[in-house]
């Protein structure tokens, strides 16, 4: 998106320039004011070095509503009025250019300059811009918006909250459009309900990883109580709760689940993977592993849960690594099954020889340089005893 482009047009044209026709004229809102003063919205296409941009062209055109001379700037509120006027929603802008100045709530403000009684915009002009890509309604998709185009008195412009305006005093004229666009960036509604869905989904996948060895233990308990504590800390106290609720409940349904052998944990990941941010989704992975190290052994079962879980949250697997490098180093035994050997140290029994042999040299080369850098014994300990792991490792698939 051409943004400081457009920005930068509107910036320093002001609302006298006369706008270039762009490509694409359809898809036009107008509306016919007092004074023989006219306002439109307009979608515009753009095309530069390859690429297509599409944003919404606020115009005038006609004679300027003015009773007196005055220092004219023109100042643009948006709300989302997809379920009707008094149900309307405030829009978010992604840029600060296009924020009030207390919030993130889109409001366009630009001085026009001194203007008299009698003049006349002869031609569509630009009053302002709306960029579908950089604003966030309550939901994405298809969305009704109620445009307000207000000229006011730059010496004395009223004050914005929430896009409204906190008097009328040095408003000269305004007037509002509605007009239909499809937003692509998820809403904010629709990001807050999703991100609490998907630490309820984090907590279910804790209780998974926690009884994939078919008890929960009373440190992994007591490590998923404090991940819901923490999650929740910051919000308003009716939210806490309710959060905590919300939290408790998943952690109860995952124990009944798991415990009669019923718990889809890999529904969960998928579930998670499509409704989760990036951060909420390494958040996850990172408490399955502290889980798996919470008892300080790490069963095959957990090992197991753990690596798909990673593969179905579609993580960089350099990442997934790291974390699970730093759980395993804090481990008491890593080492009581030997069944755990493959899981431990991420084999694929089905890779041949020569892709093992590969991949136990980095796992060695790895292990080696932390066991020379880590300061507490105990974690120095575990280092050693993945070292030996990997020893017996070359020797059960006879690599030298």
Known sequence: MEVIIIIGVIAIIGIYALVKAQEGTE??????GSYGFDVRIRKTTERKDGTTDEFLAIEAKGLLPVKRSIDLACLITVFDITDGRENK?????????????????????????VVSPGEKLMDWAPAGAIIPEMIQ????????????????????PPEVEFGVLDSREGVEWSGALNHEIFLPIKGYKEAAANRDEAQALTVKLGVAVAMADGSLHDSEGELIKKWIQKTIRGHYPEKSQELKKT???????????AGSGRLDYESIARRLNQIGELKLKFD????????MAADGVAHPDELKSIRKI???LDLDPSELEQIRSRALVNLRDAFQHDDALEELLGIDPSWPKAKIKAHLAREFQKWN????????????????N???????ARRKYDIG
């Open 386 to 392: 993945i070292l030996n792991r990997i020893g017996e």
């Open 310 to 312: 990673g593969e179905l």
């Open 369 to 384: 340089g932390r066991l020379n850098s880590l300061s507490e014994e105990k974690e120095r300990e575990n280092a050693q």
């Open 89 to 113: 929603m405030p829009i978010i802008s992604l840029l600060e250019f296009f924020q009030e100045e207390s919030s993130k709530i889109f409001s366009f403000y630009q001085e026009v300059g």
């Open 27 to 32: 898809n036009i809102s107008s509306l016919s």
């Open 284 to 291: 996850a992975y990172e408490l399955v592993n502290k889980i």
């Open 247 to 257: 939290y408790n409940d998943a952690f109860k349904e995952a124990y009944i689940l």
């Open 137 to 156: 309604a309550p939901y994405s998709g298809r969305r009704k918006l109620q445009v307000n185009i207000h000229l006011v008195d730059a010496d004395n």
